[in-house]
């Protein structure tokens, strides 16, 4: 069913911590709705959106920060008006999903419309967050936009729960529930659910402020190498730092051919790949960001190729 053109254009936010699902789940929504993406990169580099699958024109990267922080909201509202802009021209499309960076902090969703006066064009109808039980009480405890992202959200996915036993999913689900109680909590395996992302839910009734330019909780760097590198090298390199990565990703040239990288939650994903070799993102504590700076030259200098 189509969202007709003269009613307000429904919004579903998703949200989540860097490789808990959210890009997967974006994959997911679009299956059910023909939904105009827009997809923001803490990373400097764009990368998630080269997963999602759109026709021209249907998708927004926004890279290089949230869209809920004082550097970035502009670029949001620069896109969302360009989308409200030529809406009545894309007649075939339901809604627009929005996947907001892994640091962002949600609460602030709702008056950036009001004050953009985008509310007479948009309606936030659904806040969709993604929890990994890996890193979840982990993450609680020393990053408060995590907890924020879950209180904020009126539907809570527990991802990954192939990988968990009942005890580490029952303890992530009391976690979630006591930051939002009233909301809708699922254990899912790949983001796998049922649900019609633009219906409309039970609004959550939370506010926030804009976030600064400098988190100090995080560290970015990213490094593309001259030549094609010794991947079991830099592997190395990078497991001795492991316990203050969040994120790695990306895809790079190694002596075995092109390898799609990606580690979350303390567990790597590896495999061959047909994309074009590029940068990798490396996303860690702030208290590492000398060591990132460092590994992200290694790569660009050339310190792990043969």
């Known amino acids: 069913m189509q969202a007709e053109r003269s009613e307000l254009i429904p919004l579903v936010l998703v949200t989540g911590f860097l490789g808990a699902g959210k890009t997967t789940l974006m994959q997911g929504l679009a299956q059910r709705r023909r939904l105009l993406m827009v997809v923001n990169e803490f990373a400097p580099r764009d990368i998630d959106s080269l997963r999602l699958e759109a026709a021209e024109g249907e998708l927004y990267p926004i890279a290089g920060g949230s869209i809920f922080c004082r550097c970035k ?27 907001a960076s892994g640091i962002a902090d949600p609460r602030v969703a709702a008056r950036m419309l009001t004050e953009a006066k985008l509310d007479d064009r948009f309606t936030l109808r659904r806040v969709l967050c993604v929890v990994d039980p890996s890193s979840c009480s982990k993450l609680l405890t020393t990053l408060p936009n995590i907890a924020h992202q879950i209180a904020a959200a009126d539907t809570v996915l527990i991802n990954h729960c192939d990988r968990h036993d009942e005890a580490s999913l029952a303890a992530c689900e009391r976690s979630v529930r006591e930051l939002a109680p009233e909301a809708t909590v699922v254990r899912t395996s790949h983001c796998a659910i049922e649900l019609d992302p633009l219906a409309p839910a039970c609004p959550v009734a939370i ?33 001795e730092h492991a316990a203050s990565l969040y994120r790695i990703k990306g895809n790079l040239a190694t002596t075995q051919g092109v390898r799609c990288l990606d580690f979350a939650g303390g567990v790597w994903h590896d495999s061959a790949s047909d994309a074009e070799p590029g940068t990798l993102v490396l996303i860690g504590a702030g208290s590492a960001s000398a060591a990132l700076n460092d590994l992200a030259y290694g790569i660009r200098s050339g310190r792990y190729c043969d």
């Open 73 to 99: 909201v502009q670029d949001f509202i620069s896109a969302l008006e360009q989308i409200a802009a030529c809406w009545d021209q894309r007649p075939g499309l339901d809604g627009v999903a929005i996947e």
């Open 207 to 239: 506010g926030g402020e804009y976030a600064g330019c400098a988190d100090p909780n995080y560290a970015v760097a990213d490094g593309a190498p001259p030549k094609p590198l010794d991947w079991p090298r830099l592997r190395t390199a990078l497991d």
